[in-house]
Structure formats: C-alpha cells, structure tokens
C-alpha cells in the first residue's frame, strides 16, 4: 500500500470499530442459479475475450492449494471521492474505479461477477478476477478497512450452507476505518485468490454491507480444504 507501515501506525489511535458482519455461514441461502436461467447474473462490463493486461497498482496472487485454515480477503478499492467523515491516516488504494462501456448492457443494479476461467498472472501461479459493478444512477459508499472492503470468497459446506473461507482484513487501528465510493456507472475490478483442495464444491463471493442485505455473486466450480470453512 502506498502509505507505510510505519507511518500509518504513528497516526492511529486506539479506538477500533468493528465491521459488521453477518454468520460465517448461511443456511438460508438463495437457491443455486442454473446456466441460462432468467436468475443469471448480467455480464461483466469489460470484453472479457481481450487480453488481461495486470496494472501496476494492481497485486498478483498466486494459486492457493494448500491453504487449510480462512485467509483474509484482498479487495483493495480505490475511492472516487474521500470519505468526509473518515480521519486522516488510513491506506490509500491505487486500484481506481473505471468507467463502464457505455456500448454494453449490464444490470441496473449493484452486483458481484467473479470469472475464474480468467487467470490474472503472478508469482508461482494465478489469481481469477472479479468485478464489483454499479449499474445504478447513483453512487454506493461501502465501508472499508484500509481500503479493503468486505468481498469475501464462500463455499458451499458439505452440510449445504454457504460458509465464508476468507475473513474480513483485520484493522490496525481505528483511523484504519473509512468509506470508499463506487460512482454510478462505474466498476472496481480485483485479482483474487484461486483456490483448489480435495473437498470438489461450489464457491461465489459475497459483498458484506453493514445495514444493508449481502450482494453475492455467480457461483463456480472449486476445491477447498474442510479447515478452510470458518468456525460454524
């Protein structure tokens, strides 16, 4: 992150407010959407056939395999507008919104697309991508830690609920809490972690938004290990 360590550290203070989250696992989850059914999630903004170009302000993941316990989320977003609320000194992304192609028809709506045949290069192997839209006519403050919001990647339990396998990024401190703006027509894209492991299942992501109902996304094939779901 562009602000270090060391100085954001300096500027915190010791009050800590909590993101609200909802159960790490949910049992009354929509049913699964079908290929080709009217429930399917509008495309994503961008051509997705073209070349992923990786943008310098944008992290690489690598191929998670042996990953067995929740890791946090890695959804860095940068803001349209600062945050008129929020105390100086917590981490500025880089990761800007982009505009949506005017030429294409997506959802009026604020929705979740994630693309796991998309492999976004780095290290050892490749993260997958996924797209926070907002189709609507006006703009959407989401809270954030650091400039991190709260897009974590879920599973479905062999018991049949939707558990989280990531966690919300932990704050340094209190000043680490503010709002990021997605502007109306505008999109955030992120490189997130690909997972594999010997339990065969369905995975989404779901947008945690404090006051507000969860936003999931499309659901895809994946592996985990059972010591990734999130204590039931």
Not at 34 to 54: C, I, K, L
Not at 99 to 126: E, F, T, W
């Amino acid at each position: 992150m562009p602000t270090s360590l060391r100085s954001h550290v300096a500027l915190c203070v010791s009050a800590s407010l909590p993101l609200s989250l909802a159960a790490a696992c949910d049992s009354d989850a929509p049913p699964r959407t079908r290929a080709g059914s009217s429930e399917e999630r509008p495309p994503v903004p961008v051509d997705s056939s073209a070349p992923e170009r990786v943008q310098p302000s944008e992290i690489a993941w690598r191929e998670v395999v042996e990953v067995r316990q929740p890791v946090d989320s890695q959804c860095f977003a940068g803001s349209d507008r600062q945050d008129p609320e929020a105390a100086s000194g917590f981490s500025v992304s880089a990761n800007e919104s982009q505009r949506i192609d005017p030429a294409l028809r997506v959802s009026p709506s604020l929705y979740l697309h994630a693309d796991r045949s998309i492999r976004v290069p780095g290290g050892s192997g490749s993260g997958m991508r996924v797209w926070l839209v907002n189709g609507t006519r006006e703009g959407v403050w989401l809270d954030a830690i650091d400039s991190s919001v709260a897009i974590l990647q879920q599973a479905l339990h062999p018991g049949g609920d939707w558990c989280d396998i990531e966690r919300v990024r932990p704050a340094i401190c209190g000043r680490s809490h503010h709002r990021v703006l997605l502007g109306p027509g505008r999109f955030w894209r992120f490189a997130a972690h690909r997972y594999d492991g010997p339990v065969k299942t369905r995975l989404r992501f779901r947008l945690v938004r404090g006051g507000h109902p969860d936003i999931v996304s499309n659901e895809f094939d994946g592996g985990v290990h059972l010591g990734q779901f999130a204590e039931r």
